[in-house]
């Protein structure tokens, strides 16, 4: 028998998962809260044609549809590896990145950034041509939101990549100190191992010395 949905419930859950967050986590969770947001209601393009009514378009339109696919896919995805213990094992598990959370997330909002500047673009192709389709104040705005988050991100991603670089270094040290060592233990032994090839030969003539006297 299948347990009845309890949004309450959920939302509980998810507020409490929310909380055992660490800071970084939660700044990076509420970023993209806010991102999904400004995509779904801000509108992006303004048209005002000569003999109709003008209006806003945004990202869930029919003309936009590709650009709304890898956006909104892209954004479901981070969400749902930073809020979604399930969904995140199951990207390590197939696709890795276990400890590269900030790196996933900087390639993401890449993909995201591109295919809106992409619209932009275009848009502003077409207006070159056109006074009766613009870009809006709010494309600006989500687009300025968008490179904030890149720069973050990326200053994260470089941050982690110094903390693994000194990781590397102090085992790279030890494992140095340790070939040391036992290179000079090899030189010791070789060392001694020469006195008591040398000494060998002395106490066999002087065995023979002693049996010639004889």
């Known amino acids: 028998m299948h347990k009845k949905f309890n949004f309450s419930e959920r939302i ?17 969770v509420l970023y993209l809260w806010a991102l999904t947001f ?39 995805v981070l969400l749902s590896r930073n809020m979604s213990f399930k969904f995140k094992n199951f990207i390590i598990g197939y696709f890795g990145f276990k400890e590269n959370d900030s790196l996933f997330n900087f390639w993401f909002l890449w993909v ?5 500047l992409g619209i932009g673009d ?9 006074q009766t389709i613009k870009l809006s104040w709010s494309y600006y705005f989500i687009q300025l939101f968008l490179l904030l988050g890149l720069v973050l991100t990326l200053v994260s991603v470089l941050k982690h990549a110094k903390e693994n670089s000194n ?3 102090i085992v790279n040290v030890v494992d140095e100190d340790a070939m040391k060592e036992v ?32």
């Open 112 to 116: 995201i950034a591109t295919a809106f």
């Open 12 to 28: 509980s859950r998810l507020v409490q998962k929310f909380w055992r967050f660490t800071k970084h986590q939660k700044i990076f």
């Open 183 to 214: 290179q000079h233990q090899k030189s010791f032994k070789g060392l001694f191992d020469e006195e008591d090839g040398e000494e060998q030969p002395k106490h066999h003539h002087h065995t023979l010395h002693e049996h010639h006297s004889e």
């Open 167 to 169: 990781k590397t270094k």
């Open 38 to 76: 400004f995509l779904v209601v801000l509108p992006l393009i303004k048209i005002s044609p000569v003999n109709d009514v003008a209006h806003s378009v945004r990202l869930l339109n029919g003309h936009l549809f590709k650009s709304l696919i890898i956006i909104l896919a892209s954004v479901i």
């Open 122 to 130: 275009a848009i502003n192709v077409v207006g070159t041509s056109t």
